[in-house]
């Protein structure tokens, strides 16, 4: 298998390969703040919802975002 599967779950769910940030350091903070957001999202909840889920309930949701954020372990 070329891709792991936490490099899977960036792609798909935050299209991380579709990026266009090329120049300077843009490329890795990009990717620190997509690790970042996907461990806040694993960290969101405790119960087996989707990441994807996760995603559009911290857009649509801003009470469960601030849950999200101010809750991690």
Do not use: F
């Not at 461990?39 to 911290?58: E, G």
């Amino acid at each position: 298998q070329i891709e792991n599967g936490l490099h899977w779950m960036l792609d798909v769910h935050l299209d991380e390969d579709l990026s266009r940030a090329r120049k300077d350091n843009a490329p890795a903070n990009t990717a620190l703040l997509n690790r970042l957001a996907r461990n806040i999202l694993q960290a969101a909840d405790t119960a087996k919802v989707p990441i994807s889920h996760r995603i559009k309930k911290c857009a649509w949701n801003d009470d469960y975002l601030i849950n999200a954020i101010t809750h991690m372990r």
